[in-house]
Structures are given as C-alpha cells and as structure tokens.
DNA sequence: TTTTGACCTTGAAACTAAAAAAGTCAGAAA
DNA sequence: TTTCTGACTTTTTTAGTTTCAAGGTCAAAA
C-alpha cells in the first residue's frame, strides 16, 4: 500500500503551490515553477493532478478546509450564539489576511461549472455553520427565530455583500485593500450588531 | 433669449438616447444612430454634449434625478417610517426593471474620475435620504438609534449588496436577471425586516 | 445661434506570428 | 508495480499589425 507516500507528496505540492500561489498570485504561477520548487519534473505534478485547475481546486479546498473547521469549532458550543457570531468574523479577518495575495478571487473568474459548484457548497457550508449557531442561540433563549437556515443565509449573504461597499477600482488593487478590508469588516460588524438586535429574544 | 429652445433640443436629444439605450443597450448604442432618430446629424449632438461620455452622464442623471425625487417624496412625511423604507425597495424594483436593459452596469464599468463622482454622489444621496427617514423614524418613536446617518449608511450598503447574492454567471445575463431580480428585491426586504427589528424602540 | 457635410482621429475588433505555458507519453528509475 | 522524467505536442497568451466603424472636429451654410 502505496497510497500514504502518495498523499504525502501531493501534500507537498499542495504546499509549493500555496506558498508560489501566496507570494506571486496563482495566476502568475506556472506548473514549471511549482515543480522546479520542489526539484521535481513538471510531469510529476501531472501524476497526481490531472490538470492545473484539479490543483487550483485541490489549493483552495485545502486552506477552505482548515478555514470551515476553524468555524465549525467556533459554532459547536457557543457559551453565546452572538459572540460566536462575532467570533466568526474575527476568524473571517484572519483568513482573509493571511490568503489575500493568493488572488483568490482571480482564479474564481474562471466560471466553469466546477468552480461554480464548489463555490455553491462553500456558501452552504458557510450557511449551514451559520444554522447551527442561530439554533444554538434559540435553545439557549438568545433569539427568537422562524427559520434558522432562512435567516442564516440572509445574514451570510448580507455581510458578504458589505464586502462591495468598497468602489470597483480599489477592489482591483492588491495593495490598498489590507486597510479597506478592515473598513468592511468593521461594517460587517456594525450589521451583525443589528442584525443580533432584530433576531433576540 | 435661446435657452428654452436649446434645452429642448438637448432634452429631445436625452429622450431619443435613452431610447435607444433600453431598447438596445447603452454600449450598442452609436452617435449617429441617435443623430438619425432624431433626422439631425450627428455634429449636432456635439453641439449639445462636449463628447459621448457627457451625454451618458446625463441620460444617467436624468434618470436618476426622477428615481430620487421619488425616494424623497416617499421619505418627506412617512406616516410610518418602516413604511417607508419598504417604499423604497419597491421603488427600486420598478426603478430596475423600467431600466436594467439599459446595461447601467456596463457604462459604469468605466471607472473614469467623473463617473466615480457621480457614483459616490448618488449613494449619498440616497443615504442621505435613509437618514431622514429613520430620523423621522426616530421623532415617531418608531426607533432608537444613535447615529442615524451612520446607520443609514450600513442599511443602503447591506441591502446593496444583496445583489451580488446572484452567481457572478447570471449577473452577466441579460435574459434571466429578471426573474433573479425578485429574488434580490425579496431578500432584501427580508433584510429590512431584521434590521427594523434591529433598531426599533 | 444652430446645423451640417466633409473630413480627421481614435480605439476596438480581427488577424497574425512568436513565445510561453499546459499537457502527453514512452520508457527509465526505484 | 508505482513513481518519475526528458522530450515531445498542443493550447493559450502575448505582442504586433491592420482595418474599419465609431468618435470627434471644423469651416461654412442655414
């Protein structure tokens, strides 16, 4: 059984990838590079991926995962359903930082319906996080709410849209948006705020 | 004294441009098909308009100009204020659905100076507008807020956003977005929902 | 003052060639 | 048998060019 040595160099160019992906921006990123990091031949990649958007994919469910799991954490046993909210968004900040310069939102461009459809599944589970803390709020008496998945995906598809309130130009520009960003999130936090308000008990 | 007859030109020139822009979009749209409608030539319009950009301006204000003058009849003496502010995401929808084949989205891609101007002048109008209205909100002891025009700023930012709620794909459509539309319009009625809750005395 | 035909200028498509990157495969290495 | 690679082909990107429709100007007419 050769499959643990397999996952473990996958593993490694997952890590190449992302650390090129952080630093340059995947889409200046070539597979001869990522190779050449790991003093390998490109072929090599093309072994255990078969095509760079597989591992485009395979970079962005890798960091989407440890990102879920770290809410997932978040909203299992909330003391308070709000501060998880809250703590949520602090989370959010973190991640967002640490992988901006990977251009994510780039290679998302790509509209094929694979993309599309993890995008879909990433916002369910963002949503379905979302659920289970307003829930955990209901039983511990916080809100009053008719359909947690319902308002869950209000309150996650409303503070994702702050993140436009930030004019298209400066969107574009990689260097500005570390200072715009924490405009958002501060806003997101303001919206949260009410949004605790007009769901209390 | 000329003026009248001049800015009855101007405005027939207005009439006939927007026209063509919703019924084909504003980027399919040339200078001499305008001229032809009108039976004039096109080094008339320029008589009119210093160059192209200056003419879709001024479509996009005159537009404008009718869809506030309308909010702010709305938010003038609401008898209610939440009422109010549901008002006025019906006046949007009647406001995008008269004018979204226009392509408003395309000519405003066109991030020059001017245009972002007038971009940032029309959202704060449309706060300013918000504000009133929970201030009014606030002197009916409907509300209790502590900043209105702040608060006003987050309610137009968030219900804003909502529009990105639809996949990136559909928003490029010219077809479907109709019926997405409702969807957006129907969230962020729900959103208001909350959000007057959130700040209700 | 307003309008126009004739004219000039510009910018966005439509090709093209060259370079770069993606992707393949037969066979070597482990 | 699984993993890896050099040498190869194919596809995509880029940069340069042409071309033409659309933008824009102007002297002169109405």
Do not use: W
């Amino acid at each position: 059984m050769h499959t643990e040595a397999k996952d473990e160099m996958r593993d490694k160019i997952l890590e190449a990838a992302l650390k090129r992906f952080t630093h340059y921006g995947a889409s200046k990123t070539t597979m001869n590079e990522i190779a050449d990091d790991l003093h390998c031949s490109k072929a090599s990649l093309y072994y255990y991926f078969p095509d760079k958007k597989a591992m485009h994919m395979a970079v962005l469910q890798k960091i989407a995962e440890i990102y879920f799991q770290q809410m997932e954490k978040e909203a299992l046993q909330p003391e308070s359903a709000a501060q998880a909210l809250y703590n949520i968004i602090e989370l959010r900040r973190e991640f967002i930082s640490k992988f901006c310069r990977l251009e994510i939102f780039k290679i998302l461009q790509d509209n094929s319906a694979v993309f599309l459809e993890e995008k879909k599944k990433a916002r369910e589970r963002d949503i379905a996080i979302h659920t289970r803390i307003i829930e955990a709020g209901i039983a511990l008496g916080e809100f009053i709410v008719k359909d947690p998945a319902h308002t869950a995906e209000l309150l996650v598809l409303s503070t994702m849209g702050l993140r436009f309130s930030v004019p298209d130009h400066i969107r574009e520009d990689t260097d500005m948006d570390e200072a715009m960003m924490d405009d958002v999130i501060d806003k997101q936090k303001q919206l949260l705020e009410i949004f605790i308000k007009g769901i209390k008990a």
